[in-house]
Structure formats: C-alpha cells, structure tokens
C-alpha cells in the first residue's frame, strides 16, 4: 500500500475554505457596521439633533434590520449553508456603489470609499472562489 492509497478520504464539509470564512467575516463586518450606523440615526433623532423625529426613528430601524440580514447570511456561510451566498455577494456588491461615491466627496471620505471598496471587491472575490462554491456546493452525504 502506497501512502496515497492509506490515507483516509476526505469527508465532505470536514474543513471549511480560507475564502469561505474570510466572504463570511467581510459581510458579517458590513452587516454589523450597517447597524451601528441605524442604531447611531435613531439615537440622533431621539437626542433630538434632527428635525423629523419619526422619519428617523423609521429609517434607522430600516437600517438596523437591512445589516441583521447581511449577518444572518455570514452566519449561514460559516454553517456551509449555501442561500446565504447569495445576500452575502449582494452586500459586497452595494459597497462597489456606495464606495464611489465617498471616494466622489473628497476629503478623507476618499480613504474610507477606498475601504469600503476594498472590503466589497475581497469580499465578492473570496465567496465567489472555486473552493467557497465547492464547500457550498458539494454533494451531501445525507
């Protein structure tokens, strides 16, 4: 028996991909900084910095909830589970638009559009990677 015949075959799902983690902490770190931006837009309208209290009240749970969604998919990429690729290469692929037009307002927004596009660009590339679709998509053993 050679040393390639010996070895025990690898089970399916025994070792989630470098680029499947990295896609799913990317859009878990979008996801969450989404939030953060909401929840700081509803405690702005509560101290009472804007103008029209219920609109921002609103928005800023709209927001809350549109970065659990990103979360939720990174959650369901570290479980192998593949409906969460898709949500999750949406997320990166809306900071491609979104770093645009920061690096478009000048100042040091153009380091921080450069970031986000920079997040957004690895973040597409690593869950869009042959070794993610294989994890996502491998035959199961069920």
């Known amino acids: 028996m050679t040393a390639e015949t010996s070895a025990p075959a690898p089970v399916a799902g025994s070792g989630r991909p470098a ?12 996801g969450a ?10 405690v702005a309208a509560l101290s009472g910095q804007s103008k029209q209290l219920a609109l921002n009240e609103f928005g800023g749970l709209v927001i809350v909830v549109l970065g659990v969604l990103p979360v939720l998919a990174a959650r369901a990429l570290l479980k192998e589970r593949r409906w ?7 997320t990166n692929s ?4 979104v770093a645009y037009y920061m690096v478009q307002s000048g ?18 590339g690593s869950l869009l990677n042959p070794k993610s679709t294989a994890a996502l998509y491998a035959p199961s053993e069920d």
Do not use: N
């Open 19 to 30: 680029s499947l983690t990295l896609g799913a902490a990317i859009t878990a770190l979008e």
């Open 33 to 42: 900084a989404l939030a953060v931006v909401g929840v700081w837009d509803m």
């Open 84 to 90: 969460g690729r898709s949500p999750a290469v949406l």
């Open 94 to 97: 809306i900071c491609l638009p």
């Open 107 to 124: 100042g040091a927004m153009v380091a921080v559009g450069v970031l986000v596009g920079l997040l957004g660009l690895v973040g597409i």
